[in-house]
């Protein structure tokens, strides 16, 4: 099986190809990235340049990335930046025309990973037939390419599978991110992490997973639309530092409080689990 993966440079992008790699199948890298180590594994995996905001939308690009069986479309320009207009000005149209244009000339089988924010300011535990509820432009573009996605699917007949991502963490990750500002507040030895009050809570994964589940979902045939990528396990953001810490086996005295909470999140909501599960034990069957 040909499997493609673009925004294949990226934090979810490297540890999916890494997963990948553990299958039988030719995986194909997509990336902005003009130099890359991704290129160190001959005859396993090939890397191509491809800047979907620049692309020529006269060409097939179903043949020039050489007739994958399956698309795994993580790429993405501008973020963290959530509140950009460049979400929904620049990135939807562009991967909405790319994405029509790979499936119009033979894709059977598309993943695309979407967002927990789509979700809106929702409370609590929110599943997958929750009706959508974007609150800022990142998650905007997001559904709003989902539901465009969706109607060429009813035109088009390929498969068409909507991987929400919750909150991730691991090797990688931005720099600005929790936990990659609190590595580095410990690897400089300062005294002191400041950080919000640390009541809101979250679902998180470590990347690793998250390449994992997203593997799995795209190999399966069972099981399409709309799927939380979550642990389905809510954890107060205080209690998620405190273990980095207690696992690391480090201190660090914690200022909580000194960052406001965020106004485009609300403080307490984490992803309802089932349908991944279901996935899961279809692929240990």
């Known amino acids: 099986m040909k499997i493609l993966v673009t925004g294949a440079t990226g934090f979810v992008g490297r540890h999916l190809i890494n997963e990948l790699l553990k299958y039988d199948h030719q995986v194909i890298g997509a990336g902005i990235e003009t130099e890359t180590d991704l290129n160190d594994y001959p005859g396993k995996l090939s890397y191509v340049y491809f800047d979907i905001n620049d692309m020529d939308h006269t ?10 069986d399956i698309l795994i479309h993580l790429a ?111 690897q400089k030895g300062v005294p002191v992490f400041n950080m919000s009050g640390g ?47 207690k696992n690391t086996h480090r201190q660090i005295e914690l200022n909580t409080g000194f960052y406001p909470y965020t106004d485009y999140e609300p403080m307490s909501f984490w992803g309802d689990d089932t349908k991944l599960k279901n996935i899961i034990d279809n692929n240990n069957e």
């Open 76 to 186: 993405w320009q501008g973020l963290p930046n959530y509140q950009s207009l460049f979400h929904f000005e620049n990135n939807l149209m562009s991967h909405y025309s790319f994405l029509k244009n790979i499936v119009s000339h033979g894709l059977k089988k598309l993943v695309v990973t979407g967002t927990c924010f789509e979700y809106g300011m929702r409370e609590g535990c929110l599943s997958e037939e929750m009706i959508s509820d974007p609150q800022n432009p990142y998650a905007l573009a997001k559904d709003t390419l989902r539901k465009f996605l969706f109607e060429v699917q009813k035109k088009q007949g390929f498969d068409c599978t909507w991987v929400r991502l919750f909150y991730m963490y691991g090797r990688g990750q931005n720099p600005n991110a929790l936990l990659s500002q609190l590595e580095t507040a410990l």
């Open 199 to 245: 009541e809101q809570v979250r679902d998180y994964l470590p990347i690793e997973k998250v390449a994992e589940y997203i593997a799995k979902i795209s190999l399966q045939n069972k099981v399409s639309g709309i799927v939380n990528c979550c642990s389905g396990k809510p954890i107060k953001v205080r209690e998620l530092v405190e273990n980095y810490l």
């Open 59 to 68: 060409e097939d690009h179903f043949s020039n990335f050489g007739n994958p």
